[in-house]
């Protein structure tokens, strides 16, 4: 099972993307999902979280400028971001499964899908 993550770019700082994960049958639907980051030199961090029955998480740098969703009708879960930061700056990453629940406090213990990474720059 590939989960496929789409959207990222080059953006001006204050500027917005929408990043999707997608994948087949209801995987996403079933599990909590979340996206990820990671810059050169840091570690992979938790960018936003959404469980099955639609609870979210965010990490504060980005509360009140990224929306997490999803559409389970197109196995589809969107990360919209707006004001964006050079900070921002990142591959980003979905998941669904094992990592996301626990990050939400979630006991489950089954499945833990990785989509490869979507470059976002935020550049002026």
């Known amino acids: 099972v590939q989960l496929q993550a789409s959207g990222g770019g080059l953006v001006q700082p204050g500027r917005s993307l929408r990043l999707s994960c997608a994948a087949s049958g209801s995987i996403l639907a079933a599990n909590a999902v979340g996206w990820y980051r990671q810059a050169p030199g840091k570690q992979r961090e938790l960018v936003a979280a959404?469980?099955?029955?639609?609870?979210?998480k965010y990490t504060e740098s980005v509360k009140g400028r990224f929306t997490i969703s999803r559409d389970n009708a197109q196995n589809t879960v969107y990360l919209q971001m707006n004001s964006l930061k050079p900070e921002d700056t990142a591959v980003y990453y979905c998941n669904a499964g094992r990592t996301t629940a626990q990050a939400m406090g979630i006991l489950y213990y089954g499945v833990d899908y990785w989509g490869k990474g979507t470059q976002v720059t935020v550049s002026s």
């Open positions: 959404i469980s099955s029955g639609r609870m979210t």
